[in-house]
């Protein structure tokens, strides 16, 4: 996936009727199912490169909400 792809995914989301509180949402509960997955998976003592993978990608999409918040705060009347 590049951003040209990201793009075409995020005009589909807007012709849907997604806003920026949707989108913060969906964020906020896959953020928490991925780390409902990794707490689970360290429990279980198995631990993959996959997870470290996806514990990253927790930092990334983190920051990514946190920035969205700070964009949309920012804008508003």
């Keep these: ?7 075409a995914l995020a005009q589909q989301a807007l012709r849907s009727g997604w806003t920026p509180h949707k989108a913060r949402l969906a964020l906020l509960a896959h953020l928490h199912r991925e780390r409902r997955y990794l707490d689970r998976r360290k429990a279980q003592g198995l631990v993959t490169p996959f997870d470290e993978v996806t514990e990253a990608d927790q930092l990334a999409l983190a920051i990514a909400i946190c920035w969205l918040v700070e ?3 920012n804008h508003q009347p």
């Design 1 to 7: 996936m590049d951003m040209n792809d990201a793009m």
């Design 71 to 73: 964009d949309t705060t």
